[in-house]
């Protein structure tokens, strides 16, 4: 009985692990790695000015650094990226980020965090594309819509709990939020490598990345509608790299606001552009409509200049939902229309992820400068400015696109 009992049990395993397939290891790969990521930003900020006397203008130039050299492995090491197949790809990256984290705590000085920072997002490109691109492999339409709604629930499930975790850990200890980021990346590092030893059916869905070597030829009918979205999420994630970066500067020395009310304020906007994600995923009057892509690039800009005259709790709150909803359908706009019709996935995912870490890079750096010699009035400014020129350039574009 007892060998009979093993044996049924061995098959019962065995049946489980054939019916796993990538997305048994996407989505809690992209969960984990996405709770340290929020952590590791948010915490940075504090970690920065506190442990090691960064001003507020450094520590913008430090969040800007980490997108700067994501957007770089983005741009230009996506020829080595395309070679690697993801799953080896996702554990090379996240292995990469544990490692670079130990040497950003062991750091005693500045330019020093900076270096190993900016290799922590160096090594993101190898992560997030790669992922995106296996995911959205030979689904197109409802099937993709729907898959790319799991997938930004499951990333977007990881940020509602990063700014949070991390107001939280840094009023304890500004260092801990980035051990906790520590321990995020090897798990997931740990997760794909026992995925590669266990889980051998998902190999065979590393078929993007044939495609992408020439070894399949397939028809590209790409939308232009990408390019004005992808302004969209340029102008809309510099908002978001001055509230993630700059904002909790200000909400503490401007509003009076404690870290952990900065970290549930965070929370809340995170929270709200999660359930958008999700419902976006399940609807289709915004797909292919050049219209909303512009109001979503004006309706931000007002809430930036807003933001400068908001002074309760409620009304940052507010402020905050209504941020979340409108960064999320102007993500959801860059993804898809990246995505539909195209046959290089991974490389229109690297084009995705370098647009809005430029935003999130310039948001950070330019507000982070802004606030220093302007105040408030100065970072977001610049956000309104931004957003209300990208939506004059987007109707340009659609205009041309009509015409």
């Not at 266990?198 to 790409?222: C, F, M, P, W, Y």
């Not at 979340?324 to 229109?348: C, D, P, V």
Request: proline letters at 3%; glycine letters at 10%.
């Amino acid at each position: 009985m007892p060998l009979q009992y093993l044996s049924e049990s061995w098959q019962l395993v065995r049946t489980f692990r054939s019916r796993i397939g990538k997305t048994g290891v996407i989505f809690p790969a992209a969960f984990i790695t996405a709770v340290g990521l929020s952590t590791m930003v948010v915490g940075i900020v504090f970690y920065a000015s506190e442990a090691l006397g960064a001003s507020a203008g450094q520590v913008g130039a430090l969040a800007a650094t980490f997108s700067i050299c994501y957007i770089a492995g983005c741009l230009f090491l996506r020829p080595v990226s395309s070679w690697i197949l993801p799953r080896y790809s996702v554990l090379l990256a996240t292995s990469v980020m544990a490692l670079c984290m130990v040497f950003v705590l062991v750091s005693a000085s500045l330019p020093w965090v900076f270096l190993w920072y900016g290799a922590i997002g160096l090594a993101a490109c190898f992560f997030w594309p790669p992922l995106m691109g296996w995911l959205s492999t030979n689904i197109e339409g409802d099937e993709l819509s729907r898959a790319l709604g799991r997938f930004n629930l499951s990333w977007s499930g990881g940020v509602i709990l990063g700014p949070l975790l991390a107001g939280w850990l840094s009023q304890m200890n500004p260092a801990w939020p980035l051990v906790f980021a520590l321990v995020q990346f090897t798990f997931t590092a740990a997760l794909i490598l026992g995925a590669i030893f266990t889980l051998h059916n998902i190999g065979a869905e590393d078929d993007n990345h044939v495609e992408e070597r020439g070894k399949q030829v397939v028809e590209d009918q790409s939308t232009p509608l990408r390019f004005p979205a992808w302004l969209g999420i340029f102008t809309a994630f510099v908002v978001q790299g001055t509230l993630v970066s700059v904002f909790p500067l200000m909400a503490q020395a401007e509003l009076g606001f404690s870290k952990p009310a900065v970290g549930g304020l965070l929370l809340i906007r995170a929270l709200t552009m999660t359930c958008c994600l999700g419902l976006l995923g399940r609807t289709s009057f915004w797909r292919f409509r050049g219209d909303v892509m512009i109001g979503v690039s004006l309706l931000l800009a007002g809430i930036a200049f807003l933001f400068v005259i908001a002074e309760s709790m409620i009304c940052v709150a507010l402020l905050l939902v209504a941020t979340g909803i409108l960064s999320a359908a102007a993500y959801n706009n860059s993804l898809f229309h990246g995505l539909s019709g195209s046959s290089q996935r991974t490389s229109r995912m690297a084009m995705h992820e370098a647009t809005l870490s430029v935003g999130i890079g310039l948001g950070a750096a330019g507000s982070g400068y802004a606030y220093q010699h302007l105040g408030m009035v100065g970072a977001f400014g610049l956000c309104a400015i931004l957003l209300s020129a990208g939506a004059a350039v987007q109707a340009g574009m659609l205009a041309k696109m009509d015409g």
